[in-house]
Every structure is written in structure tokens, then in C-alpha cells.
């Protein structure tokens, strides 16, 4: 089975924009529960994909504008705007 770069595991038949939303409910969700945004590392564990794939799905939400990075951060940190 083959996955678009930045593609989350999902069920067949979920479109790129699915999958966009649910980094976005992960992002928010995370944040809410603890009250700082998840990393990188955080999704990639959460969806079990590659590195450079949930690296894809952030620029893909940013270019976006539907996320923005956290300022003055050197983690990869994101923030639900």
C-alpha cells in the first residue's frame, strides 16, 4: 500500500484534506490536555509514520494557514490557530 508523503495511516478512501484534519484534531486535542503543543516526534508516534512525512503535513497546514509555529521555539512545536 502505498502513502502520499505526509499522509497520516488512515482508512482507504480518506482524502488528503481528511487526513489534514485529523493532525489539526490531534493538535488541538494534545493542547488542550496539556496545555503546550505537541512536537513533531508527538505526531509521528501518535500516527506511527515517518519523520519526514509529519514534517510534510505541518508545512501542508501551514502553507495553509491553519497552524502557525510557535515563536521563539526551537522544538517543533505547532500551535492550533
Given at each position: 500500500m502505498s502513502q502520499k508523503s505526509?499522509?497520516?495511516r488512515r482508512e482507504?478512501?480518506?482524502s488528503e484534506?481528511?487526513?489534514q484534519y485529523q493532525y489539526?484534531?490531534?493538535i488541538y486535542t494534545y493542547a488542550d490536555m496539556f496545555h503546550r503543543a505537541p512536537a513533531e516526534a508527538d505526531m509521528q508516534r501518535h500516527?506511527?509514520?515517518s519523520p519526514p512525512s509529519v514534517h510534510q503535513m505541518i508545512?501542508?497546514?501551514e502553507r495553509n494557514s491553519l497552524i502557525s509555529p510557535s515563536a521563539g521555539?526551537?522544538?517543533k512545536h505547532r500551535t492550533a490557530r
Open positions: 505526509g499522509a497520516a482507504p478512501g480518506f484534506k481528511q487526513g489539526l484534531a490531534f500516527f506511527q509514520v508545512l501542508t497546514l521555539r526551537r522544538q
